[in-house]
């Protein structure tokens, strides 16, 4: 049985790990649409960018959760941009190898709906990374990569999943799939 897992300040809470008891938080505030932190963030002229991953016990859990980050890391309001920054597959293997010394234990993979990768294409990410662009190989590298753009949640967590499932190194851990709803910060088990 997994203990249970609160995010910070109770934005979410997952209770008694298997049985599917999702519970609202209690002072649950949705965070800022997509839309909106994307316009504060076109707005700002200094061009700052947070970056703000939130880790739960190394192998044990791992999470990205937005959050209002007015007031995080020194910033005096919300006008900059929270992104999540993640290379899951080389991150879960360096947490295993230093953090626990290779143990093994549960993976939690969670999206939420709002995703900013809602919002936009794989081709359109390209399209504009490569307008300013004059070499032909930085062009052919663009075009190769997969950005992840995500057009249900549900699925992308499915996909995550079987990519965790499908790597040598993970076969026998419990791979568990959840999508978190933003504006109420209910949990939904979907693998």
């Not at 980050?69 to 941009?81: C, L, P, T």
């Not at 993970?170 to 999508?179: D, H, P, R, S, T």
Request: glycine letters at 12%.
């Amino acid at each position: 049985m997994f203990p249970g897992v609160w995010g910070k300040g109770g934005a979410w809470l997952l209770m008694g790990f298997g049985c599917r008891e999702w519970a609202r938080a209690e002072g649950y505030r949705a965070p800022v649409k997509f839309e909106e932190m994307q316009r504060m963030g076109r707005e700002r002229e200094d061009g700052t960018v947070i970056v703000g991953a939130f880790l739960l016990y190394g192998m044990d859990g791992i999470s990205e959760l937005r959050e209002r980050h007015s007031g995080m890391y020194g910033s005096e309001s919300d006008a900059g941009r929270v992104l999540r920054v993640h290379s899951a597959l080389n991150t879960l293997l360096v947490l295993s190898a230093v953090g626990n010394a290779g143990k093994k234990g549960v993976i939690i993979v969670v999206h939420h709906t709002d995703c900013g990768l809602q919002s936009i294409s794989d081709d359109e990410i390209k399209a504009i990374l490569m307008k300013d662009i004059e070499s032909e190989s930085e062009m052919r590298d663009i075009v190769d990569m997969k950005f992840g753009s995500i057009t249900d949640p549900e699925e992308s967590v499915k996909e995550d999943v079987k990519t965790l499932k499908d790597n040598s190194f993970f076969k026998g851990m419990q791979i568990v799939g959840l999508v978190q709803d933003t504006e109420t910060g209910l949990l939904k088990e979907v693998v």
